[in-house]
């Protein structure tokens, strides 16, 4: 069982360079998600997606782009890198379960990225 | 305003003790709260996940609690472990939102020594 696959696991950036973070999850998931985790913060989350073609802004979307063409992958773009995107971030991936979406929410790996 | 606040931030116990770790929330309207494993250098792992109605729920040697009064909720691990140090996390979803409304809390960070 795969579940959530992020690649690549680590990755150095110099300022200004673009790039993406591949997310792909086999669960057949409704509900994809990213988030960035840094020192002595919750998670916060960036972009989701509630199903292939929607898309929409979390709490920190600046600087970020998603889309989401099929079920399956949910890639993150960075579209020039700033020291402050050097961070760990976390794809997420559920069913979405009726209104008290009570859904699981299954998390990958990580990815964590420096940009110097 | 919506916040997840965790304590302690740390703690270390002895191997085989008993801990709890404490989730107060200001979410609202409440729908559940979930606790999160989450090893170094690994992604969280689902423990619980507790609606309105559920004051109580176990997996394992993990017991949760939810008083949904006065919002709180406990973390209780039984006969700890080497494999239980960790962090964890509590993440509270508030009622009629979709998964993008969820709130983390910052963890806290569990050390056990042999």
């Known amino acids: 069982n795969a579940g959530v696959t992020q690649t690549p696991k680590f990755q150095v950036l110099k300022t200004g360079q673009s790039m993406t973070l591949q997310c792909a999850q086999d669960m057949n998931h409704e509900y994809m998600s990213w988030y960035r985790q840094d020192p002595g913060m919750g998670l916060r989350l960036i972009h989701y997606?509630?199903?292939?073609?929607?898309?929409d802004q979390g709490e920190v979307p600046n600087g970020y782009n998603v889309s989401r063409s099929t079920t399956e992958d949910f890639p993150l773009r960075l579209l020039s890198a700033a020291p402050s995107q050097t961070s760990v971030y976390f794809c997420?991936?559920?069913?979405?379960?009726?209104?008290?979406?009570?859904?699981?929410?299954?998390f990958g790996e990580g990815s964590r990225l420096t940009v110097l | 305003k919506n916040q997840v606040e965790q304590s302690p931030q740390s703690l270390i116990i002895l191997e085989g003790k008993n801990c709890t770790l404490q989730c107060n929330y200001t979410v609202s309207p409440f729908s559940n709260l979930r606790w999160y494993k989450q090893d170094t250098g690994r992604g969280p792992v689902s423990l619980t996940i507790m609606t309105f109605s559920e004051n109580t729920k176990s997996n394992g040697r993990y017991t949760a609690t939810l008083d949904a009064d006065t919002k709180q909720s406990s973390l209780h691990i039984t006969a700890s472990q080497l494999s239980d140090s960790a962090s964890y996390i509590c993440v509270v979803s508030a009622r009629g939102s979709t998964l993008g409304r969820l709130y983390f809390g910052r963890g806290t960070q569990l050390t056990v020594w042999p």
């Open positions: 997606s509630v199903g292939a073609g929607i898309t």
């Open positions: 997420a991936s559920s069913y979405v379960l009726g209104g008290d979406n009570t859904g699981e929410l299954f």
